[in-house]
């Protein structure tokens, strides 16, 4: 481990500044909801929620990267961990949201009122 | 102990394994995989279920409003990005007592590892009150017979609580006790008001509307005057605050996958901070001093790094999206 040895603390610090930076942009637009974002609509999600979960990603990216130190394992390594997350947890959203969005589709459009 | 010498060892007995980590470490990594599998099949549910009711969910804005001593002050966000800001920052002592580790630089080690467990607690701590919150509620609410939740606005459409408005009426009827019932009969504790206060109240007071659940235009629906006595006509059930059954707040399923998952991710900070604390005395008894390896640092510090990973899936789709 060629890594072993030296110190990261100035990059530690660094992600940390940036964690903050994306929460608080994040919090501030969940307090203020600007329209223009809110009611616009990207493949029916607003883009508003887009944002939010881009700037998730981000956030996990650095804290895996950085914090769980997986920029300093063997690229083989990397690939075994983050391959299998990434397409099995596409798949469960793609797989449960299509779904969810049916039932929905069903109860609206059904004869029978479910909710009264 | 074989563990004392850190070349020349063995993969199975702390040395270097396959692709260049150790096999502690990889299990720890493969651990983390299913568990983040776990936690993803958690959140693919809740958003199941809200696409499912997607025009009658609660908005996480309303709810979520109470922040430490500003009572009565509407603060949506403010507690849980504090909440968010302390795991970060305990991820960030993390990462310091395992670069300190890195160093052999016992001292440094157990400070930071301190500043950490001393972190999970105030999450936790933060946590059980944000909890109670959601137990206890604020305003109250009518369930209908059919099952919906009818919440109650002046003109302004700010919301007034139960007690503000309902009629005292000279009624009274006993909580069925295990103690005066027959075999296994009991309930839970009657609301503060009854369904006929509460309707008898809303008749009395002319500036009160009802709120549906409905959303329309990123807004829940309040009724007009007439509609809203006719939907108080199926009044059924009073609910305060929130359990696994009701919750003021609107779909039942919303209280119980906010107890399910934060409390399933509670569950895990809990589990950290007490393997944190035995990694900090093993620290302290200088365990991993005569190691010459603080890997077992590194190893609890990936699973906290994961803690604080999910709480920021969970700040997101819960309190944000």
Redo the contacts between chains.
Sequence with gaps: MAHAHESNTKRIWFVFGLLSIITTVEVAFGIVRPDFLFKSHFLRMNLLNWLFIILTIVKAYYIVWAFMHLEGEKKSFRTIIVAPLVFLILYLCFILLVEGDYVYEVFKNGTIKWNF | MGATVTSHEHALDGGPGP???TYGK?MM?FF??SD??TF??FL??Y??????????WPIA?EVFTHFPFLHGTEA???YV?LM??IL??S??T???A??AG??LKKGKVAFYMLLTIVGGFIFLGSQAWEWKNFIKGEFGAIE?????ILQFVNKEGERVALADFAANLPEEREELVRSKGTWFMSEGSLPSVSVNEVVEGFKNHPDILVRTEQIVN?KKVVLSREESLKRLA?AHYVVEGANLIRNEYGQKMFANFFFFITGFHGFHVFTGVLINIIIFFNVLLGTYEKRKSYEMVEKV??YW??V??VW??V??FF???
Excluded: N, Q
Aim: proline share 2%; aromatic share 18%; no cysteine.
């Design positions: 692709l260049g980590a990889m990594w983390i995989v983040a599998l993803s099949g693919a549910a958003g199941f279920s809200r696409f499912k009711f997607i025009e009658t804005d949506p966000m403010y990005a968010t800001f970060i920052f991820s960030v993390m990462v310091l395992v670069d890195h160093h209908t017979k059919g099952g919906s990123k199926s510090g990936l790094h994961f604080d990973l920021v899936f700040f997101t309190y944000l999206v």
